[in-house]
């Protein structure tokens, strides 16, 4: 069965865009959120909202834009 792969990752592409939304606008409400049971500074919510929109930029390339290249066998 193969995975299809362009279909996970625009899947992730919009996970990753919500997360990065929810993550900004905590960190500018000031409201930490437990990481692994720890609470962290609102300010690590930031830094989490970049990345995961880091995340979204490269999974919507992947799904959305990339081309498939097919192999050409020559007989």
Do not use: D, Q
């Not at 919009?14 to 049971?37: D, E, I, K, N, Q």
Request: glycine content about 8%; aromatic content about 20%.
């Amino acid at each position: 069965m193969k995975i299809p792969w362009k279909e996970v990752c625009k899947f992730l592409a919009g996970a990753f865009f919500v997360s990065s939304g929810v993550l900004f606008y905590l960190y500018l409400t000031g409201v930490s959120v437990p990481v692994f049971g720890y609470m962290v500074p609102p300010e690590v919510n930031g830094v989490r909202s970049i990345i995961h929109f880091i995340f979204f930029l490269i999974c919507f390339y992947l799904g959305f834009i990339r081309k498939e290249r097919l192999l050409h066998r020559r007989p």
